[in-house]
């Protein structure tokens, strides 16, 4: 039986929270599209890597709440991140879970800290 969309983004976010990203690729569709405030990654490896960055600065990533319904989970985690992105940031996700697997991300949060990291890009 696969587990629910609730106990896979659990998972997928106790593996992320202690940074281990081989263990959190297991929870994650190699198709996955994530939509955020600034970009869209189009495979779960484009998703690990940008995710590798934001762990690079990331302090603590605490785990609020996690509410799901059916193929729906959506969580809400407190972010607390170094310079050059110093805040601390609700960040709330809508995931679809198919199969056990994340195969859609829709991210929001106050993206204000976070502008620099992507316009220096350009």
Known sequence: MMPDAGTTLRSFYEAVARKDLATAKQYLDPTLTFFGLFETYRSA????????????????????????????????????????????????????????????VRSAFDGRPFEALFTQKN
Not at 77 to 83: D, G, K, R, S
Not at 85 to 102: P, S
């Open 45 to 104: 490896e484009e998703y690990l890597a940008a995710l590798g960055g934001l762990l690079s600065i990331t302090k603590r990533l605490d785990v609020e709440t996690i509410v799901a319904q059916g193929e729906d989970a959506a969580v809400f985690f407190e972010l607390e991140t170094m310079a050059p992105a110093a805040a601390i940031t609700l960040v709330a996700e809508w995931h679809k879970v198919l199969g056990g697997r994340i195969v859609q």
